[in-house]
Nanobody, 121 residues
Framework: QVQLVESGGGLVQAGGSLTLSCTYS????????IGWFRQAPGKRRELVAA???????NYAESVKGRFTISRDNAKKTVNLQMNSLKPEDTAVYLC???????????????WGQGTQVTVSS
């Protein structure tokens, strides 16, 4: 059964950095787009960044220039490097498989627990 497990969250001061990791099982996801999403209390879940198997990316406007998504298919991981963090980046971060790089409103897998990122001011 394919699973995606998030890790790497924590508490950081504004301006700091964190790297999140999404580790997946199975080989099928090597050919899929994988995305990082986030959900803050009282807000809708939103796409943060997504990456195709070929390395094409899609970023939310709010994180462009600060966050970088990358993948290592040999290690079955998709990382999200987050720099210059802001309090408004505070959320639970989750990874999943969107339908495509441009169609991220729907995902193909069940949601996991995610990893909490808290940015203090």
């Amino acid at each position: 059964q394919v699973q995606l497990v998030e890790s790497g969250g924590g508490l950081v001061q504004a301006g700091g950095s964190l790297t999140l990791s999404c580790t997946y099982s199975g080989s099928a996801l090597r050919r899929e787009v994988i995305g990082w999403f986030r959900q803050a209390p009282g807000k809708r879940r939103e796409l943060v960044a997504a990456i195709s198997d070929g390395g094409d990316t899609n970023y939310a406007e709010s994180v462009k220039g600060r966050f970088t998504i990358s993948r290592d298919n040999a290690k079955k991981t998709v990382n999200l490097q987050m720099n210059s963090l802001k309090p408004e980046d505070t959320a639970v971060y989750l990874c999943n498989v969107p339908f495509s790089l441009s169609n991220t409103d729907w995902v193909k897998r069940s949601w996991g627990q995610g990893t909490q990122v808290t940015v203090s001011s």
